[in-house]
């Protein structure tokens, strides 16, 4: 059980633009401890969210080991990657991505049962969740009825619906306007830290940054540990 919620080790990804390869990580190093919440920093096309996509199973590194919750995930097929991935992680993106058809609640229920919970308890799950976004009188609403800082709020619940242990965030209010962005984050960071998940989270915004445990930042290739300024 004192295995990392992710660990990286000597990740290389490298991409074919034309003739040259570009190799965007050269050699990642990182581990997470559960219930550790980590900033990750760096200039626009360092690679922050090729790092998030390799950490979430989602692509596959030149060379190097993910490991999520002490499990290998370079050796599996693709069906126990997935299962893995559905099992240990959730994600949250820029743009929301909700279920237009779908209400506030409903987008945060089905999930549960594509994993087999039960429709009563992930209502139920679904509902606490929302409330503790703030969103209790917006659980049946659709998303177009909706401010941006609402959707991203369901977004978040949706990602944190199945009990992820690692949360993989690429700037997740990014796209809200400052005053938004600010009451938002903070309220995912406390439903984060009340759900004891482990995160990663992408961030230009060293406000938000400063709030998590640790910073770790994005250059050449390389991660290196941030220590804060005194
Ligand atoms: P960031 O999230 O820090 O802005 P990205 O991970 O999106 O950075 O991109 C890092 C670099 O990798 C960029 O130069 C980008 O063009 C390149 N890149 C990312 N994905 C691909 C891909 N699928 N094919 C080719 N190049 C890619
Ligand atoms: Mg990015």
Do not use: W
């Not at 915004?205 to 770790?216: E, F, H, I, K, S």
Request: proline share 5%; net charge neutral.
């Amino acid at each position: 059980m004192n295995d990392a919620a992710l660990k990286l080790s000597n990740v290389k990804r490298s991409f074919r633009q034309g003739r040259v390869e570009l190799e965007v990580l050269r050699g990642v190093d990182l581990a997470i401890r559960p219930g550790e919440i980590v900033a990750l920093v760096g200039p626009s096309g360092t690679g922050k969210s090729t790092l998030l996509q390799i950490s979430g199973l989602l692509e596959k590194p030149t060379s190097g080991e993910v490991l999520i919750a002490g499990t290998s995930a370079g050796t599996l097929s693709d069906d126990k990657r997935t299962a893995l991935r559905r099992l240990h992680l959730g994600f949250v993106y820029q743009y929301h991505h909700l279920l237009p058809e779908f209400s506030a609640l409903e987008n945060v229920v089905l999930p549960q049962m594509i994993a087999g919970t039960g429709k009563g308890e992930a209502a139920k799950r679904a509902t606490r969740l929302l409330e503790g976004m703030g969103l209790a009188d917006r659980i049946k609403h659709r998303p177009a009825e909706l401010s941006g800082g609402e959707q991203q709020r369901v977004a978040i619940c949706r990602a944190l619906a199945n009990s992820p242990r690692l949360l993989l965030a690429d700037e997740p209010t990014g796209n809200l306007d400052p005053h938004t962005s600010d009451h938002v984050f903070a309220a995912f960071l406390r439903l984060v830290r009340e759900e004891g998940l482990a995160a990663l989270i992408a961030t230009h915004n060293p406000d938000l940054a400063a709030r998590m445990d640790r910073t770790v930042s994005l250059s050449e290739g390389r991660l290196r540990e941030s220590v804060p300024a005194e």
